[in-house]
Nanobody, 123 residues
Framework: QVQLVESGGGLVQAGGSLRLSCAAS????????MGWFRQAPGKEREFVAA????????YYTDSVKGRFTISKDNAKNTVYLQMNSLKPEETAVYYC????????????????WGQGTQVTVSS
């Protein structure tokens, strides 16, 4: 079992930046692929980014390439999502997730999920 807890969400103006964190339980964190998803009200959960077990490979949805960076610290059992140049349409609850396949955009490929953290981008 893996437990994930997101933090770092909040209110930011359009064009601003925010860094999300996801703390994982257990000492097998490094064996999991980690991903970030987001879900706006009334919308399907959307893949954002994923990182390999080693942290050496990353994968992003097209809309965030060049603006978002996923990273991880295996020693701290933590994955991060640095979000720059945020847009109002990116307002959503952001979730981190753990799975076994890299890369994957599919929520069904991730077995464990955090509770989510709200990101609100104002204009």
């Amino acid at each position: 079992q893996v437990q994930l807890v997101e933090s770092g969400g909040g209110l930011v103006q359009a064009g601003g930046s925010l860094r999300l964190s996801c703390a994982a339980s257990g000492r097998t964190f490094s064996s999991y692929v980690m991903g970030w998803f987001r879900q706006a009200p009334g919308k399907e959960r959307e893949f954002v980014a994923a990182i390999s077990t080693s942290g050496m490979s990353t994968y992003y949805t097209d809309s965030v390439k060049g603006r978002f960076t996923i990273s991880k610290d295996n020693a701290k059992n933590t994955v991060y999502l640095q979000m720059n140049s945020l847009k109002p349409e990116e307002t959503a609850v952001y979730y981190c997730a753990a799975g076994r396949r890299f890369p994957s955009r599919l929520a069904s490929q991730y077995n464990y999920w955090g509770q989510g953290t709200q990101v609100t981008v104002s204009s």
